[in-house]
């Protein structure tokens, strides 16, 4: 197997890696003897910006450096800022695909991979939003900034090593409500 970064194909015949054992995490796929890639689907980053560009929150699940993430934080709010309204909230982005939902101020972007469901996507970003309306009782920009370790403790109930772990609201709810009973 030959270790080689970006390539996100579908293999035409699965069963041709039946004996490859073990997947590497990340943007790195094993490309098998065969040639067929095996793909590694999964959420590259979250970002949650208010319309100023100033990051609330940013939880990476791809190694970057500290300036590529500033770089990608830039980039991806410039992205969404000044896209139209009327156009659909998926936006290609370098190699991958951006997933947005703007929400009062703040915008809530998901970079996920260019084959992945836009649609199941936009779906966990409103899951999260009310996830947090709940647990804070009307959330706003200030709980983000104020309580950032408690939503990234709910993001890590959500979604963990970039794939979506957790998409029930209530089971979700009361692990958190039995996290804040143990404080």
Same mark, same amino acid.
């Given at each position: 197997?030959?270790?080689? /970064?970006?390539?996100?194909?579908?293999?035409?015949?699965?069963?041709?890696?039946?004996?490859?054992?073990?997947?590497?995490?990340?943007?790195?796929?094993?490309?098998?003897?065969?040639?067929?890639?095996?793909?590694?689907?999964?959420?590259?980053?979250?970002?949650?910006?208010? /319309?100023?560009?100033?990051?609330?929150?940013?939880?990476?699940?791809?190694?970057?450096?500290?300036?590529?993430?500033?770089?990608?934080?830039?980039?991806?709010?410039?992205?969404?800022?000044?896209?139209?309204?009327?156009?659909?909230?998926?936006?290609?982005?370098?190699?991958?695909?951006?997933?947005?939902?703007?929400?009062?101020?703040?915008?809530?972007?998901?970079?996920?991979?260019?084959?992945?469901?836009?649609?199941?996507?936009?779906?966990?970003?409103?899951?999260?939003?009310?996830?947090?309306?709940?647990?804070?009782?009307?959330?706003?920009?200030?709980?983000?900034?104020?309580?950032?370790?408690?939503?990234?403790?709910?993001?890590?109930?959500?979604?963990?090593?970039?794939?979506?772990?957790?998409?029930?609201?209530?089971?979700?709810?009361? /692990?958190?409500?039995?996290?804040? /009973?143990?404080?």
């Amino acid at each position: 197997a030959i270790l080689q /970064r970006g390539l996100f194909c579908l293999p035409d015949d699965p069963t041709k890696n039946s004996n490859l054992k073990s997947i590497v995490s990340f943007s790195i796929s094993l490309i098998h003897s065969s040639g067929y890639p095996l793909i590694i689907a999964m959420i590259r980053f979250i970002l949650l910006q208010n /319309r100023q560009g100033k990051t609330r929150l940013a939880k990476y699940y791809i190694p970057l450096e500290d300036s590529e993430k500033h770089k990608l934080e830039y980039e991806v709010h410039r992205l969404v800022v000044n896209r139209d309204p009327k156009f659909t909230n998926f936006v290609e982005f370098r190699t991958h695909k951006v997933i947005y939902r703007r929400y009062a101020g703040l915008f809530f972007s998901m970079c996920v991979d260019m084959t992945d469901n836009e649609l199941a996507y936009l779906e966990s970003i409103h899951l999260f939003v009310e996830i947090l309306d709940h647990f804070f009782s009307n959330v706003c920009e200030l709980d983000l900034v104020f309580n950032f370790h408690k939503v990234y403790l709910i993001l890590d109930e959500f979604i963990l090593a970039g794939e979506l772990q957790e998409t029930s609201k209530k089971a979700i709810i009361e /692990r958190m409500a039995e996290l804040e /009973r143990q404080e």
